[in-house]
């Protein structure tokens, strides 16, 4: 059983950063993906990694203010949050899905394809 624990969330003015880490023992066999939920929305899909190769995706949302990366010697995934925005505002979640040797490379943006989840750490963006 896998647990991912997520951690660096907070408040902060817009135009701020932040950066989010989710950690897990043997994380570096694991593809993982960054989703987020807002009150009153449904989750939605931030951006993802493949285990290796660092192979990244990106929701439109996101793309130019936020960084998917991984250090998988320390088993961590991080999520470098720039010029954050109030519509950011959320819980955000990391998700884990174990990736076989021949699906390494690959990432996986829909919720339902992974198998393990943390328990999110809120995220609020003040205007």
């Known amino acids: 059983q896998l647990q991912l624990v997520e951690t660096g969330g907070g408040l902060v003015q817009a135009g701020g950063s932040l950066r989010l880490s989710c950690a897990a023992s043997r994380l570096q066999y694991y593809a993982v993906g960054w989703f987020r939920q807002a009150p009153g929305k449904e989750r939605e899909g931030v951006s993802c990694?493949?285990?290796?190769?660092?192979?990244?995706y990106y929701a439109d949302a996101v793309k130019g203010r936020f960084t998917i990366s991984r250090d998988n010697a320390k088993n961590t995934v991080y999520l470098q949050m720039n010029n954050l925005k109030p519509e950011d505002t959320a819980v955000y979640y990391c998700?884990?899905?174990?990736?076989?040797?021949?699906?390494?490379?690959?990432?996986?943006?829909?919720?339902?394809?992974?198998?393990?989840w943390g328990q999110g750490t809120q995220v609020t963006v003040s205007s």
């Open positions: 990694i493949s285990s290796s190769h660092s192979n990244t």
């Open positions: 998700a884990a899905k174990y990736a076989l040797s021949s699906d390494t490379a690959n990432y996986y943006y829909m919720a339902d394809e992974y198998d393990y």
